[in-house]
């Protein structure tokens, strides 16, 4: 089995997914944090080696948490890479209640690379909560091999709830 850890920036899915390591046993891998290792400074060569590393994980067979917004140009390759693992993945999107919660976690939240295409990160908010809404209706991200849920990260409630929720997966022996 993969885990994949969809939402928009800012709505918790790192938070969770280093939560799903301690919890599952399973590596973790942040696409950001990928984007971070190959020092990405703006060259969009750089960015596509942290999307080559990233599509590696998603497409081999290793049991692992993968985390991403799962919008934009590499999401097709993303769930195609994941069909080719032949794994069933469980894939978590993160959202919030209010899109205000996204935006101001963006405040807190230090990118330590240059992405190499310009973006107003607020505007960018917006869009990603458009498209993962649409792919989630249209069901982008559901084949037989995928089963999706969707959850709330506004609060430490949530976060708190979500945590037993994968306790609770893991015991059943889900993962």
Not at 78 to 94: H, P
Request: contains cysteine.
């Amino acid at each position: 089995m993969k885990v994949l850890i969809l939402g928009n920036i800012g709505s918790g899915k790192t938070t969770l997914g280093k939560a799903a390591r301690e919890i599952i046993g399973f590596p973790f891998y942040e696409l950001d944090k990928i984007r971070e290792d190959v020092k990405l400074d703006g060259r969009v060569s750089l960015n596509y080696l942290a999307l080559y590393y990233f599509m590696q994980k998603a497409e081999n067979p290793e049991r692992v948490i993968l985390e991403c917004t799962g919008s934009g140009d590499h999401k097709n390759s993303l769930k195609r890479a994941l069909e080719i693992s032949g794994k069933k993945v469980l894939i978590i999107v993160c959202k919030t209640r209010d899109i205000k919660v996204n935006l101001e976690r963006l405040k807190r939240k230090k990118f330590n690379y240059i992405f190499p295409f310009p973006k107003d990160l607020k505007k960018h908010i917006y869009d990603v909560e458009a498209e993962l809404e649409k792919d989630l209706e249209k069901g982008f991200w559901s084949w037989p091999k995928s089963k999706v849920i969707e959850i709330f990260m506004d609060t430490e409630e949530d976060f708190r709830y979500n945590k037993e929720v994968l306790f609770k997966f893991k015991k059943e022996g889900k993962f």
